[in-house]
Nanobody
Framework: QVQLVESGGGLVQTGGSLRLSCVASGRTGDIYDMGWFRQAPGKGREFVAGITRNAGFTTYQDSVKGRFTISRDNIKNTVYLQMNGLKPEDTAIYYC????????????WGQGTQVTVSS
């Protein structure tokens, strides 16, 4: 089992920045990669960014490229999402997720943290 706890959400104005953190515990050594997802009101959950635990390979949704940066600290078992240039359309609940294999689904999820960007 893997447990995930997010923090760092809040209210920010357009153009502002926030850094989300996700601390993993449990079988952290078995994690293949971790990702950030988000769900806006009335919309489905969407992938935002991901990073592999060992090599640190990253992937991003096109709409956040150049504005968001995902990183990891394996000593602290923590993944970060630095969000710059925030826009109102970034408003959502942000979830951290983990999976144990490259082809598997994200089977472990945090409780989510709210990010609200005011115009």
């Amino acid at each position: 089992q893997v447990q995930l706890v997010e923090s760092g959400g809040g209210l920010v104005q357009t153009g502002g920045s926030l850094r989300l953190s996700c601390v993993a515990s449990g079988r952290t050594g078995d994690i293949y990669d971790m990702g950030w997802f988000r769900q806006a009101p009335g919309k489905g959950r969407e992938f935002v960014a991901g990073i592999t635990r060992n090599a640190g390979f990253t992937t991003y949704q096109d709409s956040v490229k150049g504005r968001f940066t995902i990183s990891r600290d394996n000593i602290k078992n923590t993944v970060y999402l630095q969000m710059n240039g925030l826009k109102p359309e970034d408003t959502a609940i942000y979830y951290c997720a983990a999976r144990l294999t490259a082809l598997g689904g994200y089977g472990y999820w945090g409780q989510g943290t709210q990010v609200t960007v005011s115009s």
